[in-house]
């Protein structure tokens, strides 16, 4: 996508999530800023709707950030991808999101599926065989 520099919008602790920062940190991308939520475990995590995540969005972006990432598995965002999208005015990459686009990659197929973000429409671009459920 291009992203040099971004912002993380975690669920976790902030201990945690200074991890998942250095890691990214050590990949050569810059972080403008991240922000943990103490959140300990995923089932708490997968309880959230909405209000929460787009509110976890909300806090965790930055006016720098090429892009914002929301790094949990546990997190529902597959339904909120285009809207946190329009809400931040930047791409959102999500940890399942991101998993899949990588699944498909190494798989050497990609979609055009603007349903799931900005990811699912970078070129080159080629249609899969049916519909992608979500």
Known sequence: MGAARV???ATYPDDVAAHFTAFLKSAGLEVVSARG?????AAEVG???????????????????????????A???AAYVPDLEAA???????????TVWEALRLAERRINAPELGSLFTKEPVVQAEG???G
């Not at 939520?37 to 475990?41: D, E, R």
């Not at 929460?52 to 990432?69: C, Q, S, T």
């Open 7 to 9: 912002a993380i919008a």
């Open 131 to 133: 519909t992608p459920r």
């Open 88 to 98: 931040v005015g930047k791409p959102v990459l999500t940890a399942n999101q991101v």
């Open 37 to 41: 939520s103490g959140v300990i475990t």
């Open 47 to 73: 309880t959230w709707g909405r209000d929460e995540v787009f509110a976890l969005a909300r806090a965790g972006d930055h006016p720098d950030a090429d892009a914002l990432l929301l790094p949990d598995t």
């Open 75 to 77: 997190l529902h965002t």
